[in-house]
């Protein structure tokens, strides 16, 4: 089945820092979704984006489903943004084991 | 009020015991998914359902059951509960034809502890 990796496993940056995480996918996809476990649990929808570029606030999104791919970008980060950030492709209901960020104050 | 809601949020078992886990939705969505979170893991599928007559195992339906008792709900039940069925337990919905895709929405939560 299809795999999906994402890079890195663990991040811990300052607030204000900006942050891309990596999401690579084994085979071709027709949509592709990443969320926000925020430290309670609570899943969050972030974007579904099957290709090109979303923007919401100070976080954006790109999937290149050609190469294979989707970046998330976090920018001036809040320590409201640390949780586990995850990505999935959606038509083969396969979860990224997610990338936890942490933001320190 | 939320759109996927999940019951009970917390519960502590035995081993052996039979639990029956229990996702409503108010979004109208056809599709409606079970899946577990193991510390540090990603979410993986242990059910799903496209419509109230289908039914479909996922990665790891062993040890589950599932039952889709109408268009807004579906229920996961743990037959016999053992310990390394502990975990948090998300039930999911979606919408192909919407127009952000098939789009999962999320419930709470059900934190499960076998002992």
């Known amino acids: 089945g299809i795999q999906v990796e994402q890079s890195p496993p663990d991040l811990i940056l300052q607030e204000g820092a900006n942050s891309t995480l990596r999401c690579n996918f084994s085979d071709s996809v027709n949509n592709l979704q990443w969320f926000h476990q925020n430290p309670w649990g609570q899943l969050i929808n972030l974007f579904y984006?099957?290709?090109g570029t979303k923007q919401n606030g100070r976080l954006s999104a790109t999937t290149v489903a050609t190469e294979r791919y989707s970046l998330l970008y976090i920018s001036s980060s809040q320590t409201t943004d640390s949780g586990v950030y995850f990505c999935a492709v959606v038509n083969k209901l396969v979860f990224g084991q997610g990338t936890r960020l942490t933001i320190n104050p | 009020d939320a759109d996927v809601t999940q019951t009970p949020r917390n519960r502590i078992t035995k081993t052996g015991k039979r639990i029956m886990l229990e996702c409503s939705q108010t979004k109208g969505h056809d599709r409606m998914y079970w899946y577990r979170q193991d510390p540090g893991l990603g979410l993986r599928l242990i059910y799903y359902?496209?419509?109230?007559?289908?039914?479909n195992k996922g990665e790891i339906s062993d040890g589950y059951s599932v039952s889709r008792q109408a268009q807004a709900k579906f229920s996961l039940s743990l037959e016999s509960a053992i310990p390394n069925q502990t975990a948090l337990y998300f039930c999911a919905t979606s919408d192909p034809v919407a127009t952000s895709g098939d789009t999962q929405y999320f419930g709470p939560g059900t934190r499960l502890t076998v002992l």
């Open positions: 359902s496209f419509d109230v007559k289908d039914i």
């Open positions: 984006i099957p290709s």
